[in-house]
């Protein structure tokens, strides 16, 4: 569909559409999105860069950077695996109840990230349906670096799957059979032709579940105890520094969880052309 144009008076016709729409997208961005980051950085380098800094070298906070980073590429790492076999089971083969299936991969999406971080304390707490099998042990999985682990995995458990399936169902068939024919083993096909042809889905997939699991916050503050140096992801130590009134620490690491996820976007939309070549 083609905007309005108008002719000017040397005869040149301008298509109003196009700078008329890009004016709203920045209109609406401008409250919505670019203010609000902008306001981290103005803030956080208000009283200088060397301020800054000495707040984000504050050893509690490098700690919760460290954490977040830790706990969001093991379930990366876990949510990409499962949501490769997922979506190559699921695309491969039909049965019944894949539907139901498949709204219980995606449910998580849909759960508010507190009930998923109580749901992970009834099962995993110390008196949870599997949580009190453990009570009696050295071994213990809610308020530790695990349960952060699995707040992850349970928030982003449909992020890798829900890019990796769609690719698989649009990849063409006709190399699979292809290479069935020449005698290869399904592993083998699998390998060499299919699994080459998801790498642009699978790194996509990897990217959103990290960009996810590193902004966690909900279900993480239900289970992980929010110790200090121990169980405190980058989220967590905004909060617990904003609800003291350290408005510079809490700014310093909201800096760099943003600086984070404009990469990893970034990395996103800039290597998808290069990756589908």
Not at 83 to 110: C, E, N, Q, R
Not at 115 to 129: E, H, I, M, P
Not at 229 to 235: D, E, G, I, V, W
Request: proline share 4%.
């Amino acid at each position: 569909m083609s905007g309005k144009a108008v002719t000017t008076p040397s005869g040149v016709r301008v298509d109003l559409a196009k700078p008329i729409g890009i004016s709203f997208i920045i209109m609406a961005m401008m409250p919505l999105v670019i203010l609000p980051l902008a306001s981290v950085f103005i803030f956080g380098f208000s009283k200088g860069t060397g301020h800054f800094f000495e707040a984000m070298m504050a050893p509690a906070a490098l700690s919760s950077l460290k954490l977040s980073l830790l706990t969001s590429s093991v379930a990366t790492v876990c949510n990409v695996i499962f949501g490769l076999i997922a979506a190559y089971v699921m695309s491969k083969h039909d049965f019944k109840g894949s539907s139901a299936l498949m709204i219980i991969i995606s449910l998580p999406t849909a759960i508010p990230t507190a009930v998923a971080g109580f749901a992970l304390l009834l099962l995993w707490g110390r008196s949870g349906l599997l949580g009190q099998f453990l009570e009696y042990t050295d071994y213990h999985i809610m308020f530790t670096t695990s349960a952060i682990v699995l707040a992850n995995i349970f928030v982003t458990f449909p992020l890798a799957f829900g890019v990796i399936k769609p690719a698989l169902d649009n990849l063409d068939t006709s190399y699979e059979y292809a290479a069935e024919t020449m005698g290869a083993s399904r592993w083998q096909t699998f390998r060499f032709v299919v699994f080459p042809s998801l790498r642009n889905a699978i790194y996509t997939g990897a990217l959103l579940t990290f960009a996810r699991s590193i902004g966690e916050f909900g279900s993480t503050i239900m289970v992980s105890g929010n110790l200090a140096l121990k169980t405190q992801t980058a989220p967590l130590y905004i909060y617990s520094k904003f609800n003291e009134g350290d408005i510079e620490g809490s700014n310093a690491v909201a800096a760099v969880l943003a600086i984070i996820s404009f990469a990893i976007f970034s990395l996103i939309i800039f290597s998808r052309t290069k990756l589908e070549k």
